[in-house]
């Protein structure tokens, strides 16, 4: 059964970090691009960013520069350091893997998700 577990969010202040990290379980994701989204009450959920199998990444615009994607393929782990973060960075935060290699700025792009982690930035 395939499975993928985020950890990692809480309720940090502005301007502070945090990491997320994404477990996989169930087979091995070394071969698939991987992305996070986000998610607050009533929008639908936004693309943050993805890194292919080959080690490139994409953004959305408003995390470029503070945001970080990587994965350790040993560990069939993917994560998300955010740095500076704002209180618009405040959501739930999922990992999931592509399905191909479209749509991957999309969440129609993807078939496999985590359950969420909440990330709160407040002062």
């Known amino acids: 059964q395939v499975q993928l577990v985020e950890s990692g969010g809480g309720l940090v202040q502005p301007g502070e970090s945090l990491r997320l990290s994404c477990a996989a379980s169930g087979r091995t994701f070394s071969h698939d691009a991987m992305g996070w989204f986000r998610q607050v009450p009533g929008q639908e959920r936004e693309f943050v960013a993805v890194?292919?199998?080959?080690?490139?990444?994409f953004y959305t615009e408003s995390v470029k520069g503070r945001f970080i994607i990587s994965r350790d393929n040993a560990k069939n782990t993917v994560y998300l350091q955010m740095n500076s973060q704002k209180p618009k960075d405040t959501a739930v935060y999922y990992c999931a893997r592509a399905a191909g290699s479209y749509r991957l700025a999309t969440a129609q792009g993807y078939d496999y998700w985590g359950q969420g982690t909440q990330v709160t930035v407040s002062s």
């Open positions: 890194i292919m199998s080959g080690g490139s990444t």
